[in-house]
Antibody
Framework: QLQLQESGPGLVKPSETLSLTCTVS??????????WGWIRQPPGKGLEWIGS???????YYNPSLKSRVTISVDTSKNQFSLKLSSVTAADTAVYYC?????????????????????WGQGTLVTVSS | QSVLTQPPSVSAAPGQKVTISCSGS????????VSWYQQLPGTAPKLLIY???KRPSGIPDRFSGSKSGTSATLGITGLQTGDEADYYC?????????????FGGGTKLTVL
């Protein structure tokens, strides 16, 4: 079955750039039916969507993070990546990657239905000097 | 402050039924579909409900979802101790031109 696995440094210094990669196995990231997303969860807090990407490179970003976020895809490696610049302690969180299913953005009938399934196990990134 | 509002906690006895509410607005729940996620302690979230009331394969029918207007509800019947978890609602918010995914703040379920 489809599996996702996050990888990257667990510690990033303030003002630097956080970089994570999600490797997809058991299926192709180039499937025309899906986006691929990043979600984070600060310790003891709720979920926050960061952004999602289609295999063609089309992206949607959380408006509150858009100025600092870049999500890219490498179909040859079946991977997609997250870069978050100018990090602070507030960016300390468990970062999850997930397949983003359904209609995003311009939706048939005007109503969007999309969800995340499955999720990676998550990776804790701490921002500290 | 989350865009979607959930109660911080709910509790019920084993075997009983519990409902978790998720309140939004016309730009999100009112005009888009809702999904629900279960997060067991120390694990990643897991999809429970999509498109308001559909269950993925493998999710027991003890879990149900509904939507009315700008609110959605997750119902769990026949509560088990293994259901103790955090539950999150999510949907698309169309208030901005590009739109975005929004989540509720989460509800901690305690099975007494």
């Amino acid at each position: 079955q489809l599996q996702l696995q996050e990888s990257g440094p667990g510690l990033v210094k303030p003002s630097e750039t956080l970089s994570l990669t999600c490797t997809v196995s058991g299926g192709s990231i180039s499937s025309s039916s899906y986006y691929w997303g990043w979600i984070r969860q600060p310790p003891g807090k709720g979920l926050e969507w960061i952004g999602s990407i289609y295999y063609s490179g089309s992206t949607y970003y959380n408006p509150s993070l858009k100025s600092r976020v870049t999500i890219s895809v490498d179909t040859s490696k079946n991977q997609f990546s997250l870069k978050l610049s100018s990090v602070t302690a507030a960016d300390t969180a468990v970062y999850y990657c997930a397949r983003h299913v359904g209609e995003i953005g311009y939706c048939s009938g005007g109503s969007c239905g999309n969800w995340f399934d499955p999720w990676g196990q998550g990776t804790l990134v701490t921002v500290s000097s | 402050q989350s865009v979607l509002t959930q109660p911080p906690s709910v509790s019920a006895a084993p075997g009983q039924k519990v409902t978790i509410s998720c309140s939004g607005s016309s730009s999100n729940i009112g005009n888009n579909y809702v999904s629900w996620y279960q997060q067991l302690p120390g694990t990643a979230p897991k999809l429970l409900i999509y498109e308001n009331n559909k269950r993925p394969s493998g999710i027991p029918d003890r879990f149900s979802g509904s939507k009315s207007g700008t609110s959605a509800t997750l119902g769990i019947t026949g509560l088990q101790t293994g259901d103790e978890a955090d539950y999150y609602c999510g949907t698309w918010d169309s208030s901005l031109s590009a739109g975005e995914v929004v989540f509720g703040g989460g509800t901690k379920l305690t099975v007494l």
